[in-house]
């Protein structure tokens, strides 16, 4: 199971400084959506430079222009880039087709979708890792919910999770053993960001 440390809504130099301090304890940091329109491509690149052993995760949030902003991403450094799951079936296709051209790979992001059906169309697109994620919006009204995953269940995805994960209830969370915990406020909100994320991934066991 591995962790993956959101960078959003922080400065450049924010992002850097706390994926130094979580460094050891980190398996995927994550360049979020607001980060990516503040800085561009240029911050997928320094940070790729300076953790050249880590997987990184462009927060692309794809809805058209698959294949351009996929290349971009990748292009950029990065290993995985996302694509909503509501976008077409032509983007979604597009997206994954320049990640197997760069060998590199695509999460795809249920935000906000809750039908079986097009959970059925992903598999059938060739979708292999997906995000069960409760956007920054909707965390005002209830954090991130186990029944969540009945959407996938049945389902033969690589499957990451994301909204409101801290360490009051990721333990219940990992009990449902997803691939990936996404945690971002939890971690770079805290006072000390290297013990939190010290003491979130003992809880991935």
Known sequence: MKLQLALDRLTKEKCITIAKETEANIDIIEVGTGVIKEYGMSIIRELRTLFPEKLILAD??????????????????????????????VTIKDTMQAAREM????????????????????????????????GKDQQTVGKFNTELFSL??????????????????????????????????????????????????????
Request: net charge negative; with cysteine.
């Open 60 to 89: 692309m949030k794809t809805c058209d222009a698959g294949k351009h902003e996929a290349w971009q991403a990748f292009e950029a450094g990065a290993d995985i880039t996302t694509v909503m799951a509501f976008s077409s079936d």
């Open 103 to 134: 060998g590199k790979q695509v999460m795809v992001d249920l935000l906000e979708v809750h039908s079986r059906a097009r959970i059925e169309e992903l598999k059938d697109l060739g979708v292999q890792l997906v995000s069960l994620h409760v």
């Open 152 to 205: 996938v269940s049945g389902f033969d995805f690589k499957v990451a999770v994301a909204g409101g994960i801290n360490l009051d209830n990721v333990r219940e969370i990992a009990g449902h053993k997803p691939d990936i915990i996404i945690a971002g406020s939890s971690l770079t909100g805290a006072k000390d960001p290297a013990a939190a994320a010290h003491m979130m991934k003992a809880n991935l066991q």
